[in-house]
């Protein structure tokens, strides 16, 4: 999972001819805290000291550039702050000679929403704003604050609506000290960790809340991973490096590598997905411990990931009636299944770029046409009775040829679309996320696949 962090500050503003805007000496204190704790629990910094307005959305576009979806990116802001007719802005440090020439806060001041908006689609957003919320400039049509709230974006202010964010004279201000004492602890959600800031901060000044916004959807965002195992782990991880090579030569790789973890798994009086996870965090742990990047899962999307990797069929994993599972005829305790997380589910087409796929297959002579709505140069993989193997095609004008069709009197297509351009990746979306109709198919890890069976 990569993590990205992007760090502002505005200590030295501008000198304006309407504004009094105060320079800010503790601001380079509490960037700077923020780029080593960043740093020391894995995230990738771009920092700006004093920047001008024009510096930042350019600054975050090309960031995110590359950003996958399942991204995490921070980003952080200490100086002064405010809103105006229910917008909430920071004040970068040229906020004063930029509201000179415009008058409007808008032209001057950042407003969050347009930070916000960089993200959409590239993974989960936290926003730290250090900032004041007192300030509307006497624009305001009257003292109100909306609560800017956006999909897969947390928002952690550092104070209350109509009050101060108190920094201290070249010092750490008090909200982002407490974030640097909390940042570090492992495996706590983003909202557990700014709880607990809220906490300290009420406890011991009680005088500023810090409250926050989170439209995470429901999904456990953690900005600090680390691995530990116990020692019954540690017994279920060295029973299966004891015997595995055992089982493989025995039963051959594929059976010997089930029969291993569903023996340990009755050995040890615990379920298969059980089994598999105490061994995974034991395996990732010396990994990690190497500097071996491993994924990041919790036990839910470890688990999950195990079952839907399971073989189906009469020589591997069914079950019956009664949901009672069997592993090549032999009843086995497969454990609790977990529900999809929300990251896992299926998520709705980008609004407005909602793509029905449409197919249609004919015979012509010695070969099958496939036609098709799908972008030209995209790719899919193609099954028919004939080769009884996948075979990689493209699309060129609107279908697809395949040759030497006689003999051929089925065709199945069960395939992701692939394509390295980013306009056509745009219209089919991540994981095909933008695809929809009678022949797409939701995989929990794959996403939107084709699927279609064509008797000719």
């Not at 070969?367 to 030209?376: A, E, G, Q, R």
Request: glycine share 8%; with cysteine; hydrophobic share 35%.
């Amino acid at each position: 999972m990569q993590k990205k962090a992007f760090l502002f500050s505005a200590g030295k503003y501008s000198k304006s001819k309407t504004l009094l805007v105060n320079n800010l000496s503790g601001v380079k204190y509490d960037i700077l805290a923020m780029e080593k704790r960043l740093s020391q629990i894995g995230f990738g910094i771009t920092k700006i000291e004093d920047a001008n307005k024009a510096e930042y959305i350019p600054a975050l576009k090309k960031g995110v550039e590359r950003l996958p979806s399942d991204a995490i990116s921070i980003v952080y802001f200490s100086g002064h702050g405010g809103h105006c007719n229910g917008n909430n802005y920071i004040f970068p440090s040229d906020f004063g000679t930029q509201y000179d020439i415009s008058r409007n806060i808008d032209d001057a001041g950042i407003n969050i929403k347009d930070i916000i908006s960089v993200f959409k689609g590239k993974g989960r957003l936290i926003l730290i704003l250090d900032a004041c919320r007192t300030d509307d400039l006497g624009l305001s049509r009257g003292h109100y604050s909306e609560i800017t709230f956006s999909e897969n974006v947390y928002i952690a202010y550092g104070t209350m609506f109509q009050n101060s964010s108190t920094g201290i004279h070249n010092g750490l201000s008090w909200f982002t000290e407490s974030i640097c004492d909390e940042i570090l602890t492992p495996n706590i959600s983003v909202d557990t960790l700014f709880t607990q800031v809220r906490q300290n901060i009420f406890t011991k000044h009680y005088v500023q809340i810090p409250p926050s916004v989170n439209g995470l959807l429901l999904d456990k965002v953690v900005l600090h991973s680390e691995l530990n195992y116990d020692d019954t782990d540690k017994m279920v991880y060295d029973f299966i490096k004891k015997y595995g090579d055992e089982y493989t030569d025995n039963f051959g790789y594929f059976h010997g590598d089930d029969l291993i973890f569903i023996d340990a798994a009755q050995y040890f009086d615990i379920g298969l997905l059980d089994a598999i996870w105490k061994f995974r965090k034991v395996d990732n742990k010396i990994y990690t411990d190497k500097g071996v990047p491993v994924p990041e899962l919790t036990e839910a999307e470890s688990k999950l990931v195990s079952f839907l990797g399971f073989t189906r069929s009469p020589k591997f994993f069914t079950y019956d009636e009664c949901h009672t599972w069997y592993y090549n005829g032999r009843q086995i305790r497969m454990g609790e299944i977990p529900p999809l997380p929300p990251n896992m589910q299926r998520k709705l087409p980008e609004v407005g770029k909602e793509f029905l796929v449409e197919f249609e297959v004919t015979r012509q002579d010695q070969s099958l046409t496939i036609k098709t709505n799908l972008p030209d140069g995209c790719e899919i993989f193609i099954w028919n009775n004939k080769t009884k193997s996948n075979q990689k095609v493209a699309i060129c004008s609107g279908v697809i040829n395949v040759d030497g069709a006689e003999g051929i009197n089925k065709v199945v297509i069960d395939s992701g679309v692939f394509t390295s351009d980013p306009v056509k990746q745009q219209i089919i979306g991540n994981k095909g996320r933008n695809l929809i109709g009678e022949f797409i198919k939701y995989h929990p890890i794959y996403g939107n696949k084709l699927k279609g069976v064509f008797e000719i």
